[in-house]
């Protein structure tokens, strides 16, 4: 049996404690693509010292706190992905510059005009690199037991960095998922 039909854009895979890879450790991914040749996704919960202004001058004042670049995954950390939660009401339909997620949550193109987009958006995040998977491979990893996959909510893209977004999603989930929140993140703490 697969795991890999749960996973649609729009989902989380969250890191299952036993994950210690230190790409990965307690992170929780938002997948942005999944279809026949692989998934992407970013890494919501890393947050880095870079200020997006330093970066994107464009749309440095326009990122929601704490206006850092967040390190999206170890693939090609030199590209930058933004993901935006649109303002209640606001429709993606025909707006250029936007593709649609799932629901509020869209991608950003960042060398559209950010005075047409910001208006439509209630926060926004950009990313430096990406988590991807070949074809096959994340469902291999789902398998073993190193990802919880679950839904997610649109304010998870805008959690504030200092939160313990990784302990907040698997809380939500209910028992026994919940349980898993408590584990320490060195067993030598326990």
Same mark, same amino acid.
């Given at each position: 049996m697969? &795991?890999?039909? *749960?996973? *649609?854009?729009? /989902? +989380?895979?969250?890191?299952?404690? &036993? ?11 938002y ?6 040749? @692989? ?8 947050? &880095?010292? =870079? ?8 749309w440095?004042?326009?990122v /929601?706190?704490?206006? &850092?670049?967040?390190? %999206? @995954?170890?693939?090609?950390?030199? /590209?930058?992905?933004?993901?935006? #939660?649109?303002? /209640?009401g *606001? ?10 997620v799932?629901g509020?949550?869209a ?8 005075? =047409? ?5 209630? %926060?926004?995040?950009?990313?430096? @690199?990406y ?6 491979? +994340? #469902? ?14 649109p ?11 990784? @302990? ?10 919940? +349980? ?11």
């Amino acid at each position: 049996m697969t &795991s890999d039909p *749960e996973v *649609e854009p729009g /989902t +989380l895979l969250v890191a299952a404690p &036993s994950l210690l890879d230190s790409n990965f450790r307690r992170t929780v991914v938002y997948v942005i693509d999944h279809r026949g040749e @692989g998934t992407l996704g970013v890494v919501l919960n890393r947050p &880095s010292d =870079v200020p997006v202004d330093d970066v994107l001058p464009n749309w440095g004042p326009h990122v /929601t706190r704490p206006g &850092s670049v967040f390190v %999206g @995954g170890p693939v090609e950390q030199k /590209t930058a992905l933004c993901l935006a #939660a649109m303002r /209640t009401g *606001e429709n993606l339909d025909g707006v250029t510059g936007l593709i649609s997620v799932r629901g509020p949550v869209a991608l950003v193109d960042l060398d559209a005009d950010p005075e =047409v987009l910001v208006p439509k958006f209630r %926060g926004m995040r950009v990313f430096a @690199g990406y988590a991807g998977w070949d074809v096959g491979q +994340l #469902a291999g990893e789902i398998d073993r037991g190193d990802w919880i996959v679950v839904p997610a909510l649109p304010n998870d893209v805008l959690a504030p960095a200092e939160e313990d977004l990784w @302990g907040r999603v698997l809380r939500r989930q209910g028992m026994p998922l919940a +349980l898993l929140a408590t584990h320490p993140g060195d067993v030598k703490d326990n």
